[in-house]
């Protein structure tokens, strides 16, 4: 008996988000709140952007934006107030969830607040824009969707125009907003990383993921790949996915940076390129990305079973996600089959929402890279203010 064809749709779905990484799934999202801080030579930290920045999966003190903090404090001998907006499942672009539930872990994956609404709501944080030192910001990836980048029936060529299109023009008008609404503020632009590659190992699970997620887009009727061809689409798609997007991000800063100079302003808006090699991408020996323990066979019963049989994951967040997702998709009190079997499978997915995201090692290289460029910021004389007044806020900082 073929057991693959016994997979329905949302098995496929269920399968992907466990195996690789989170997705936008429910509407809504509240940053948490620290500690309050204040001084005058203080510097302000923005953190805009999706489940990257946010840093899935990892306590704080591990996250990028808190290793860039606290180079920052060491290195300037000032203290940094952040402001972290970033959340899991983060669209770059799109429609509001005006009067949806919101979840307030940014651990529990959401597909609003966008971007957009990110900065918006910086916005009205900030009594005085002027006072933000640094923002730091991602985006488009969730917009893009993990699943095509999953899917071995696209072409690279449509993962490239596709990564064009909604991380070119949409990162582009953010950043704009972005820099006219913080005029003293440099922006760094983060990229992606690939998720699969010629070091993912060639797993029965693997093949499984890749034969169950397969569609072939310009014909349902096309003959289906073979096991090998489907690996090997899956890892150009990885590489064209890491390329475009870096190409499309980097874009839009310069033509960001262009419209300063022509206004005039200074040219503050920065892209950093992440280097992340084959042997980093997912399931490799040397694996900059979480993922999952347990045998072959208990994963595989995890899958068949729709999560049922559960696995653990190796993030260090696991115990307070899924008490998150437990409270934020527990059962209504009226509540019909078909809702139940779907309130159920986006719980079980927001359990497994760290797969896929930067481990540890994986934040270092983004923490590191950044701090790269901002030492050649730093260089630059006038890229920080020089802290008289505070950007005193008007509501929680996360």
């Known amino acids: 008996m073929n057991l693959f064809a016994q997979f329905s749709k949302k098995s496929v779905v269920a399968l992907a988000a466990i195996v690789f990484i989170s997705v936008p799934l429910v509407p809504g999202q509240t940053p948490r709140t620290p500690p309050r801080g204040s001084g005058p030579s203080q510097l302000n930290l923005l953190v805009l952007g999706d489940s990257i ?5 990892l306590k704080d003190e591990h996250k990028t934006w808190y290793q860039v903090k606290t180079w920052l404090q060491q290195a300037g001998g000032r203290d940094v107030r952040e402001k972290i907006c970033a959340h899991s499942g983060a669209l770059l672009a799109g429609e509001t969830g005006a009067g949806t539930s919101v979840p307030l872990d940014s651990e529990v994956n959401s597909a609003i607040p966008t971007v957009n609404e990110e900065l ?13 030192d640094l923002v730091l910001v991602d985006g488009c990836i969730n917009d893009v969707s993990v699943f095509n980048l999953l899917n071995a029936g696209n072409t690279t060529d449509g993962i490239s125009q596709l990564a064009h299109s909604r991380c070119g023009p949409p990162m582009e008008a953010l950043l704009n907003k972005t820099a006219r609404s913080f ?12 998720i699969i590659s010629e070091k993912t190992p060639n797993s029965l699970l693997l093949r499984a993921v890749a034969r169950l997620f ?4 310009s014909s349902p009727q096309a003959p289906q790949m073979k096991a090998q061809q489907l690996r090997t689409q899956l890892v150009a798609i990885s590489r064209s996915w890491y390329q475009s997007s870096n190409e499309a991000l980097s874009g839009a800063v310069l033509r960001t940076n262009n419209d300063l100079a022509r206004r005039h302003s200074r040219q503050r ?6 280097p992340f090699p084959p ?21 595989l019963l995890a899958v068949l079973t729709l999560g049922k049989v559960t696995l653990k994951t190796n993030d260090e967040r696991r115990g307070q996600r899924v008490a998150s997702c437990n409270e934020f998709f527990r059962r209504p009190e009226k509540e019909d089959k078909n809702h139940r079997k779907d309130r159920e499978l986006r719980r079980m997915l927001c359990y497994y929402a760290s797969i896929g995201h930067p481990n540890r090692k994986g934040a270092e290289i983004y923490s590191e890279a950044i701090i790269e460029r901002i030492k050649l910021m730093i260089s630059d004389v ?3 203010r020089a802290g008289q007044t505070n950007a005193a806020p008007t509501g929680p900082v996360r």
């Not at 005029?183 to 690939?194: L, S």
């Not at 808006?269 to 992440?274: A, C, P, T, Y």
């Not at 042997?279 to 994963?299: D, M, P, Q, V």
């Open 120 to 132: 918006n709501d910086a916005l009205r944080f900030y009594t005085d824009a002027s006072q933000v």
């Open 183 to 194: 005029p003293n503020a440099h922006i760094i632009v983060t990229g992606y990383f690939p």
């Open 269 to 274: 808006v920065q892209f950093v390129e992440i």
């Open 53 to 57: 920045l946010w840093g899935q999966g």
């Open 279 to 299: 042997a980093y991408a997912f399931g490799a020996k040397e694996t900059r990305l979480w993922g999952i323990n347990g045998s072959f066979l208990r994963k």
């Open 382 to 384: 006038g890229w920080i």
């Open 214 to 217: 397969y569609q072939q887009a």
